[in-house]
């Protein structure tokens, strides 16, 4: 179980580092027109800037799974 718990949370880590990197894409895109004088993309646009927070959101998820494992394995070998 606690090799299950750590796979688990290395796993939300590497998909809030995908995530976070997505919305840090969709940021720069859509800051991009608006400093270039372009036409502002549509809302949805905006609305992916949201990948960002919530890729730290499953990351910060996946490090405390990971930590909890990791206690969980140093006290049932003590």
Request: aromatic share 8%; proline share 5%.
């Amino acid at each position: 179980m606690s090799s299950q718990s750590a796979d688990r949370g290395d796993a939300y880590v590497k998909a809030g580092a995908i995530v976070f990197g997505l919305g840090a894409l969709a940021t720069l895109v859509t800051f991009v027109p608006l400093f270039l004088g372009l036409t502002p993309l549509p809302t949805a646009a905006y609305w992916l800037s949201m990948l960002m927070p919530l890729g730290f959101l499953l990351a910060l998820t996946g490090l405390l799974l990971s930590a909890r494992a990791q206690r969980r394995r140093s006290r049932a070998n003590a």
